[in-house]
Structures are given as C-alpha cells and as structure tokens.
Nanobody, 121 residues
Framework: QVQLVESGGGLVQAGGSLRLSCAAS????????MGWYRQAPGKQRELVAT???????NYAGSGKGRFTISRDNTKNTVYLQMNSLKPEDTAVYYC???????????????WGQGTQVTVSS
C-alpha cells in the first residue's frame, strides 16, 4: 500500500502564494508520476499539474505561468508552488501518484486525502 500525505493548504488573500507538499510512503513500489488535481464545490476534479520520474512537467491552462510543480525523488515528495493566487483557485487540492509494484510490475493509482486552499478576494 502507498500512502500520500498532503500539507500546506490554507487561507490566503488574492495575489498571495502557497506551497503544497505531498509525501508518499510505503514499500515495494516505484513512483512513475506524481501530480496535483483540484476540485471546487459543485465541479469535477480537474488536473492542475503532473511531473514524471524524469522531471518532465505538464500543466493545465489554469495554472500555467503561476504554478510550479517539482519533486524530490529521494524523498518521494512532490510540491506545488502556487503564486498570484486567485479566488477561482479555491478548491480542495489532491495529490496523485502513479506507481508500479516492484514484485509484479502491476500499476497502481493512489490519492491523498486532499488539502483545502481558500483564496479570498
């Protein structure tokens, strides 16, 4: 089993910054890609950004130029630096990991519990 623990959410004024962290724990697996998704009230969960094991990144349009995803492979941790936050960024942010079990090569997908980000106007 893989566990993802997120931290760093909170309340911030528009124009401010937050840094989210997500640490993966467990044994017997490797992580191919990690990412951040978000879900606002009444809306579907949407992609924010992803990063693979080689460091290649992908951003959804909403965060391009304002958000930066990074990861520390030695700590199995992914970060999301969010700058110039807007009220429409308010959502629960979820960490995601795409894994492979080393024993069977079976792929897996895991989600964190979510962290609330609220941006006030």
């Amino acid at each position: 089993q893989v566990q993802l623990v997120e931290s760093g959410g909170g309340l911030v004024q528009a124009g401010g910054s937050l840094r989210l962290s997500c640490a993966a724990s467990g044994s017997g697996f490797s992580i191919n890609a990690m990412g951040w998704y978000r879900q606002a009230p009444g809306k579907q969960r949407e992609l924010v950004a992803t990063i693979n094991s080689g460091g290649s990144t992908n951003y959804a349009g909403s965060g391009k130029g304002r958000f930066t995803i990074s990861r520390d492979n030695t700590k199995n941790t992914v970060y999301l630096q969010m700058n110039s936050l807007k009220p429409e960024d308010t959502a629960v942010y979820y960490c995601n990991a795409l894994t492979v079990l080393l024993s069977s090569r079976r792929p897996g997908t895991y989600w964190g519990q979510g962290t609330q980000v609220t941006v006030s106007s």
